[in-house]
């Protein structure tokens, strides 16, 4: 087996691959693991001197087998030593990764995952569930290196920061500087939960329309109240930064009733049956995301309060009545 094929393997994946060898009583030699494994006995040493200097591993050789095991027993690595239920959970958990795919967030983590759950990359242990348990993909924004990396370092050095913005209602970038408190993370994008200095309020940011991120020299102190989570006041619709608390009452009709109900939409939500549906009432300041979601559900979603919720629905469906009398076949 070719070693150059094998050289980006990582280190600990080789570690577990040896423990497994050792730990199996078949008293294998350097020269064996090498063959094993798919590396050069050179490298096969140095892994076993770093695991027998330190991680401590008690490795000795047997003369009269002529090859290694472990002095004391049962031992195995740390990471092997985990129940087999614990590590296919992790492995599980690295199909969430490609939620994250965009971002430079995701080779550094899945490498690591990949790492950890190398025990289970073996004829006796399958990744079962890496075609069986997936995550499906979603539609997703990719954010710049540059990007990632300076509100990454504001977040973490509660530094502000200066860009610019092109928001969805503006036809040419302007500059802003905020001081960020949180990344957020909704439905295949990502978003900047920050303080913005000229607006001297709250703000979202999406980081794909973000360009030219400098970190600044300004620090600040991160209040009490940054959280986004306790903000949102228990309401479970999306990024979204209201203020205004409204009481919402939708009533739902058809195939959406069992969809509706079985999820968790705010902390105070209540559901009460009618002759020819449900109606879910609850308490949320996420007014834009509430309306939207309300719409996504077309006749099977009416609006019964606020009033300024019903005032809105009734424009967005006249301007579809209308679009939808003015629409022709293309084809």
Same mark, same amino acid.
């Given at each position: ?33 090498? @063959? ?12 076993? !001197? ?9 490795? @000795? ?23 087999? *239920? ?6 599980? %958990? ?26 289970? %990359? ?10 069986? $348990? ?11 290196? *540059? ?20 928001? !969805? ?31 001297? !309020? +709250? ?6 329309? $973000? ?50 109900? @079985?999820?968790?939409? !705010? ?10 549906? +449900? $109606? ?11 309306? *939207? ?21 009734? +424009?967005? $469906? ?14």
């Amino acid at each position: 087996m070719s070693t150059r094929k094998n050289a980006s393997k990582p280190a600990l994946d080789r570690f577990y691959q040896i423990d497994e060898e050792i730990a199996s009583g078949k008293y294998p030699s350097a020269r064996k693991l090498a @063959e094993t494994i798919g590396f050069s006995e050179a490298t096969i040493n140095r892994d076993l !001197a770093f695991m027998r200097d330190r991680l401590y591993a008690p490795i @000795e050789y047997s003369a009269i087998h002529r090859g290694l095991y472990y002095s004391e027993k049962p031992y195995r690595l740390p990471g092997a030593f985990t129940s087999m *239920e614990d590590m296919q959970a992790l492995g599980m %958990a690295k199909n969430l990764l490609s939620l994250y795919h965009d971002t430079p967030l995701y080779d550094a983590a899945k490498n690591l995952l990949d790492s950890f759950t190398a025990p289970l %990359a073996s004829d006796k242990n399958p990744g079962w569930y890496e075609d069986r $348990i997936i995550v499906p993909p979603v539609a997703s924004a990719p954010v710049s290196e *540059e990007t990632w990396k300076v509100i990454t370092a504001g977040l973490k050095e509660n530094k502000a920061i200066i860009f610019e913005y092109q928001g !969805a209602w503006d036809e040419e970038f302007k500059p802003r500087r905020v001081r960020p408190y949180q990344l957020l993370f909704d439905t295949g994008v990502w978003y900047l939960y920050a303080y913005a200095e000229e607006r001297k !309020a +709250i703000r979202i940011f999406s980081l794909p329309r $973000i360009k030219n991120p400098v970190l600044t020299k300004d620090t600040f102190t991160l209040p009490k109240d940054f959280d986004y989570c306790s903000n949102a006041d228990g309401s479970n619709f999306g990024v979204f930064a209201g203020e205004k608390k409204c009481r919402f009452a939708i009533a739902i009709y058809g195939e959406s009733i069992p969809w509706v109900q @079985e999820r968790k939409w !705010a902390a105070d939500q209540a559901t009460k049956e009618t002759d020819d549906g +449900i $109606i879910i009432s609850f308490t949320s300041t996420q007014y834009g995301k509430v309306l *939207e979601w309300v719409l996504s559900k077309g006749c099977n979603a009416m609006p019964l309060g606020p009033n300024e919720l019903v005032q809105d629905w009734k +424009i967005h $469906i006249n301007l579809m009545k209308k679009m939808a009398g003015k629409s022709t076949n293309p084809l």
